[in-house]
């Protein structure tokens, strides 16, 4: 087993200031600089490679380094880069993308928003969601409701609805109209419910599998009871799909179609381009839609960027290589082999426990959550670009196409990290 060569860097010093770090340590010791991958690995720019044990950041589900997918962006940006899709105005990329993905969509006809990305996505379904009462004559209905450990992306909406605490911290109050419930309880969801009235809530948003908030599984059964909740109290169900949309939770381009939720509203983002370019889309279910295509009705909401040209061929790219080299069948195939390979770390008596066994997710929790992120730089040194989550679990997330072979590998170099 190689171990990488301690990366030298000519400065410290740099103008990027990073999202979700200590810029103080980051300037100390400088930052850890990518400059390739290719399958399930990515390289320093000293040479040195590594298992993407996280696809970069939940996203790079086809893998690194596709050539088709940078040569069908670099054809659409020759020919037309973007234009605006307010009003009428579309281009004909961007078109045949939203047909496509209503095709695929866990809810027949739904329609597709184009977003930016993830936080755009959610920022989106909190103002449709609130909005669509106001037009169905419930103007009441504001109240937004997510879960303890959840993250829905750093926009306003995201960042208040947030069950992870310090994500919220000494901003103020962001959004008032906004509350979080317990993660794995669904009766928690009824009894704020009864608390302060159906009338006052208007949707309650729910990663299928918690993220970035450490990964954590849902409970037998939860997702159907809090789906059935919604549907007998008349509030709005928002599947986040963020993480988990395009074929994460394996064999189903949706968790919402494994696990039929019937979602009012899904945002995605993330695996719709395999993180090549930046876009998101939020499906719509057609009765939510309706009183917006019913003719008189401006809802006055878009990104300058949603449903860029380039990244819709980008998107469509990606849609054919899942479909041609059935990546749906090998995210299921990750879901057993991460399983099987990764849950007798938690025998090690650095490791509190291993999720697993749902898509191509897992966790390895350690027994003291100090570690993590020291734990990061010495999977480094064992060949392994990963990532603490939530308190104290290191993140698994590979692209799709990594081999039985190589979560083995990766196995048997966190096993090396944990001495």
């Not at 509190?352 to 390895?364: D, K, P």
């Not at 060949?383 to 939530?390: E, I, L, N, W």
């Amino acid at each position: 087993m190689s171990t990488p060569a301690e990366p030298t860097y000519e400065s410290t010093h740099s103008a990027l200031w990073h999202g979700f770090a200590d810029m103080g340590a980051v300037t100390t010791k400088g930052p850890f600089v990518v400059s390739r991958g290719e399958g399930a690995y990515i390289w320093d720019r000293e040479g040195n490679k590594y298992l993407d044990a996280t696809a970069g950041l939940w996203f790079t589900n086809v893998g690194h380094g596709r050539r088709e997918i940078a040569d069908a962006v670099a054809a659409q940006l020759g020919s037309l880069a973007h234009y605006s899709n307010f009003g009428d105005f579309v281009p004909e990329t961007t078109l045949a993308l939203a047909e496509r993905l209503g095709e695929i969509a866990p809810v027949a006809g739904s329609k597709v928003f184009f977003t930016s990305g993830g936080s755009d996505s959610i920022d989106t379904a909190a103002k449709l969601a609130r909005r669509y009462w106001h037009e169905t004559g419930k103007p009441g209905k504001k109240l937004i409701v997510g879960r303890q450990k959840a993250y829905h992306g750093m926009h306003v909406a995201g960042t208040a609805l947030a069950g992870i605490p310090v994500n919220r911290e000494n901003y103020g109050e962001l959004m008032p109209d906004a509350r979080t419930v317990a993660w794995d309880d669904a009766k928690a969801l009824l009894a704020l419910i009864e608390e302060v009235g159906a009338d006052q809530i208007a949707a309650f948003f729910c990663e299928p599998i918690i993220g970035a908030g450490g990964v954590y599984l849902p409970p037998q059964g939860y997702l159907q009871e809090v789906r059935q909740i919604c549907r007998d109290h008349d509030v709005l169900f928002v599947a986040d799909e963020v993480v988990t949309g395009f074929g994460r939770i394996g064999g189903s381009w949706f968790a919402s179609t494994r696990f039929d939720l019937q979602p009012d509203l899904m945002t995605t983002a993330k695996g719709l381009t395999s993180g090549y370019v930046p876009m998101g889309a939020v499906f719509v279910a057609p009765h939510i839609a309706e009183p917006f295509f019913s003719g008189g009705v401006w809802w006055r909401h878009g990104y300058t960027y949603g449903g860029h040209a380039g990244a819709a061929a980008a998107a469509m790219a990606t849609l054919d290589i899942m479909e041609r080299e059935n990546l749906l069948q090998e995210s299921a195939r990750l879901e057993t082999s991460l399983h099987t390979h990764l849950a007798p770390l938690a025998d090690h008596p650095r490791v509190q426990e291993v999720r697993s066994g749902l898509g191509a997710v897992a966790a390895v929790q350690l027994a003291d959550p100090a570690e993590a992120l020291p734990f990061v730089g010495t999977l480094r040194e064992h060949g392994v670009s990963g990532r603490a989550a939530g308190q104290g679990a290191m993140q698994i997330s590979p692209s799709f196409v990594m081999t039985d072979a190589e979560v083995e590998e990766l196995a048997g170099r966190i096993l090396s990290a944990l001495g």
